[in-house]
Every structure is written in structure tokens, then in C-alpha cells.
């Protein structure tokens, strides 16, 4: 798959850019993945509020990530996303691996200035809705901002799939997981057909495996830059 392949897969009722591509890894890929992720030495894993999860490829720092080298199993999807231009030439050197079980989420938040503004992401094991908000503005308003009124639409994520995030999805919109164990589709799901399901389906969560893949463009070569400008 190409660049120019990337456009049938765009989002179009989802605001600039959403590109969501069902299938994009097959079920012995996910079945690899999945049993990789659980190969991972214990202390890879840490534990949050709602999920665990594993970092490969440094800490993103404003002064710069201390670049660690990302696996072979890992590198290969690395390369293999890169190559569709999701993050204008260069290669992702960064991932998060999130494990969720049932009924567990993510708070709504950004993903901030430290990536390339693309995130893209592998889900394995289980579907999940993944929630938009606009950010709570800085004007005075009457009504509160809570999470509810702040919510605009939801995209379903299937195993297998790649979702890629830019522009004002990325740059603007802010996205988190409910802490659910099942999710009843509606018409606020906005690639429902493109991830074949039906408004009114009822869909139990598993536990998911999420890759989230980044370009993080500021890298430090050696520690013997730390301090420095
Ligand atoms: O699991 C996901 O798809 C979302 C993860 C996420 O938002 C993050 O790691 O920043
Ligand atoms: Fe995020």
C-alpha cells in the first residue's frame, strides 16, 4: 500500500484527518503481535490507572528522547506504517504498547508537541470506541464544560485495524477510552460501515493490545548531550 492508497481509507464524516483501515495486519500477525508484547520482559510493563503499558524507543523529553533501540518485531510495523508517508518521510522511532481489560480506559487528554503531529495505532485482541472532545476553551462560558458536553463523536477501532490521527484531529481534538465493558454503536460512531458494524450492534470488549506508533523528531544521540543547548 502507497500513499496515494491511504485516501480511500479517509474518515470522511470524522473532522481533517482520520484515516482508518480495517485488516491492515492479518490474524497470524495479531496472533505474533500479541504473543511478542507477552514475551516482554516483566519490568517493561507499568502499571496505570486503568491500563498497563510498555515503552519502546526512549522517554520523549522536550530536550530530546534518548533514542533506545526498538525490537525487530516491533521495527518491522515501524517501517511498514512509515512507508505509507504517515509522518512525511520519516521513520517512527517510537512506541506505546496499551493493555486494557474489560472495563478499563483512558482519560481524555492530547498526545502533545513532542511527536510529529501523526498517531497511528494497531489494535489487537479486542475493538474499542475511542471518544473525541474539543478542548475546553478558554472563553467564559454559561453551560459547564464537563467530559459530556465536550463529547463530538466516536470512532470504532477493530482488531487488526490501523487508525491514523492528523491536522485537527491530532492538532486540536482530544481523545480517551470509557472505562466500559461492552459499547452499543450509534450514529455518533462515525466509520460504523468502514468497520462493518451497525448502528445498535452491542459489541463485549476483550482485552485489547493497542500499538501506538510516533515520530518523535528530537533525538539525542549520546548522553553526553544532556545539558546542553
Ligand atoms: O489505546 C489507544 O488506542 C489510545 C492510546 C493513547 O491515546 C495514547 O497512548 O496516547
Ligand atoms: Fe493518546
Known sequence: MSHEDLKQFVVSDAPPTAYYIPDFISEDEE???LQQVYKSPKTKWTQLSGRRLQNWGGLPHPKGMLAEKIPGWLHMYCEKISSLGAFS???ANHVL???????????PHEDGPLY?????TISLG?????????PISSL???APQTEENRYLFSLLVKPRSL???QDEMYQRLLHGIQGYEQDTLTDKVVNLSAAG?????????GTRVSLTIRHVPKVMKTKLMLGRK
Not at 510529529?116 to 497511528?120: G, K
Not at 458494524?197 to 470488549?205: H, I, N, S, V, W
Open 31 to 33: 496472533s505474533y503481535l
Open 89 to 91: 518521510g520519516k521513520t
Open 97 to 107: 504498547v496499551n493493555e486494557y481489560n474489560p472495563g478499563e480506559g483512558i482519560m
Open 116 to 120: 510529529h503531529p501523526t498517531v497511528t
Open 126 to 134: 479486542s475493538h474499542t470506541l475511542l471518544n473525541f472532545y474539543s
Open 140 to 142: 467564559e462560558g454559561d
Open 163 to 165: 487508525l491514523i490521527l
Open 197 to 205: 458494524a451497525l448502528p445498535g450492534d452491542t459489541l463485549t470488549r
